[in-house]
């Protein structure tokens, strides 16, 4: 409304109309939103967050909504995001696949220490060595 030249004071009144017949609900938008983008897109914790704070979501809001993503389910959700693009790597060299796989949940948000953890594992589970992933990454 701003953008539209719409004056402060008639801004407020709308905007807490609104909110008083429930129309502006910023906690059921984050939390439709994370089940939304985390279902669909597979979007992890961490960029849930950074989607939720451009839209302007209050960091409380945002850091609730966030949090009813179950760490096991984002964990779930990362092997199957790794599943998913795993044979279309098959062709690669071992330090390229795991250069795609853990490229691909660093882009949806996966902390680095998780993504090298499962891309190991779904390498391994193919008989792939693994010795040129490190082990020191901590789970962020």
Do not use: C, N
Request: proline share 5%.
């Amino acid at each position: 409304m701003a953008r539209k030249g719409v004056p402060e004071d008639v801004r407020e009144e709308v905007l807490g109309r609104f909110a008083d017949v429930g129309l502006v609900d910023d906690a059921a938008f984050a939390q439709a939103w994370v089940e939304s983008r985390h279902t669909g897109r597979g979007l992890a914790r961490r960029a849930l967050g950074h989607e939720l704070r451009t839209r302007g979501v209050d960091a409380d809001v945002v850091a609730e909504a966030v949090e009813a993503v179950d760490p096991e389910q984002e964990e779930r959700t990362a092997r199957e995001l790794v599943a998913q693009r795993l044979p279309g790597t098959r062709r690669l060299d071992p330090t390229a696949r795991t250069r795609r796989l853990t490229g691909v949940l660093a882009r949806k948000g996966y902390p680095a220490g998780l993504a090298f953890r499962v891309v190991r594992e779904a390498l391994e589970a193919e008989g792939v060595q693994t010795a040129h992933l490190p082990d020191d990454i901590p789970y962020d």
